[in-house]
């Protein structure tokens, strides 16, 4: 079986296959993806595949300068986004922006 080059927890799933989430915001273990990568995602519970994503770019961010247009590509509201990203990452400030589409 192939390994995915990314997971997403599973609640994210219907809205990347939707085009709904264009980004995701991961900390420095996951910093070395690059504009043109192409990665096959799947679940984080099981490791499942479920599509292919294309890189479109990277950025930086901090949890303080996190917008609107943020949470919109993540499909969420702004309070929602820094809960889930707080959850995920706790004690970590610093992170980088992994924007795509699907392919």
Known sequence: MQRNDITFFQRF?????AGRKTITIRDESES???AGDIL???R??????????VVTGVSTVTLDTLTEKHA???N????ALREVIQEIYPDQTYFYVIEFKRV
């Open 76 to 79: 969420m509201s702004l309070a």
């Open 44 to 53: 984080y519970e099981d490791e499942g595949y479920f599509c292919t994503i």
């Open 40 to 42: 096959r995602v799947g």
């Open 32 to 34: 070395h993806f690059k």
């Open 72 to 74: 919109m590509q993540e």
């Open 13 to 17: 799933q219907d809205d990347i296959l």
